[in-house]
């Protein structure tokens, strides 16, 4: 479906989706948006499945929940997990399939993919003193805790101010405590006001006290973001353009191919979907 959904809103997707069942009689593939669409497609099943771009989790949820009103079929979405594990929900309907980490980006950096990026941009030995991939992983994973505690109290609404859009490549340095930066961040982008800086600090502190998944904690672009500022000098010498964190998920995606995809958790619910949906295929041939 060509987008033009930044304009409308949850029904007017379902309503589109219904429309274009005039002239489309296969299946639906309802995503988040635009990156989900460069994600996906090379593994769609182009004649028979059409591509939703719904520019949000919200209006990819609401648009479901239309259709399954009207009892519309062949219709399956894909959306991040984002916090809602961590907050004792689920996403997962039998139409919904939900990232197996905090987000699509996570899902495809925790296949073979991460390897074979590294291995073309990052510097052999380096990667290797820092243990590889899962250390690097695991390197990252601890030292943003601090910036996903933070995410997860605005979306639990302790935080009631915009934590997002903070450039995590520009204050990342593996193994430091990013709590207070991090905060001083907020501030300086105008988010908060600098007076709070150390009641966001304490926050943030008690929140990490608890023990979590940081695999269901981290939020990819920010992952990308921090392996992006590793490659400038920790594990490679990368430009700084080279480096943001859109260039390192725009490359991973590349590195990524048709193997990595059947391994994901998300290909087999595909598949199970696509079994119990007889008629209705998303996924190409092999």
């Given at each position: 479906?060509?987008?033009?959904?930044?304009?409308?809103?949850?029904?007017?997707?379902?309503?589109?989706?219904?429309?274009?069942?005039?002239?489309?009689?296969?299946?639906?593939?309802?995503?988040?948006?635009?990156?989900?669409?460069?994600?996906?497609?090379?593994?769609?099943?182009?004649?028979?499945?059409?591509?939703?771009?719904?520019?949000?989790?919200?209006?990819?949820?609401?648009?479901?929940?239309?259709?399954?009103?009207?009892?519309?079929?062949?219709?399956?979405?894909?959306v991040d997990a984002d916090f809602t594990r961590i907050q004792g929900l689920d996403r997962s309907k039998d139409d919904i399939v939900v990232s197996e980490f905090?987000?699509?980006?996570?899902?495809?950096?925790?296949?073979?993919?991460?390897?074979?990026?590294?291995?073309?941009?990052?510097?052999?030995?380096?990667?290797?003193?820092?243990?590889?991939?899962?250390?690097?992983?695991?390197s990252i994973h601890a030292t943003l805790r601090p910036i996903s505690a933070g995410k997860l109290l605005n979306r639990r609404k302790v935080f009631k101010f915009k934590t997002s859009g903070i450039n995590v490549g520009k204050i990342y340095t593996s193994g430091v405590d990013l709590c207070k930066t991090f905060a001083k961040e907020l501030a300086s982008e105008g988010y908060v006001d600098g007076s709070q800086v150390d009641w966001i600090v304490s926050e943030i502190r008690n929140e990490m006290t608890k023990q979590k998944d940081d695999w269901q904690m981290t939020n990819g672009h920010d992952f990308c973001g921090a392996l992006g500022a590793m490659l400038q000098s920790e594990i490679g010498k990368k430009k700084i353009p080279q480096t943001y964190a859109s260039e390192v998920e725009g490359h991973i995606r590349l590195a990524f191919n048709w193997e990595d995809f059947q391994s994901l958790k998300i290909y087999s619910d595909i598949v199970d979907w696509e079994n119990k949906n007889e008629g209705y295929k998303i996924v190409r041939e092999n």
């Open positions: 479906m060509l987008s033009i959904t930044s304009h409308m809103d949850e029904r007017d997707i379902a309503q589109e989706v219904v429309m274009e069942r005039m002239v489309h009689k296969g299946s639906f593939l309802v995503l988040e948006g635009k990156t989900d669409i460069k994600r996906f497609r090379s593994y769609v099943d182009k004649n028979r499945c059409s591509m939703v771009n719904c520019q949000s989790v919200t209006k990819a949820v609401g648009a479901m929940q239309c259709l399954e009103k009207r009892k519309f079929p062949g219709v399956l979405a894909i905090h987000d699509l980006d996570l899902d495809w950096i925790k296949t073979g993919a991460l390897e074979k990026y590294l291995s073309e941009v990052a510097d052999e030995t380096k990667v290797a003193s820092k243990g590889g991939c899962e250390g690097i992983s695991e």
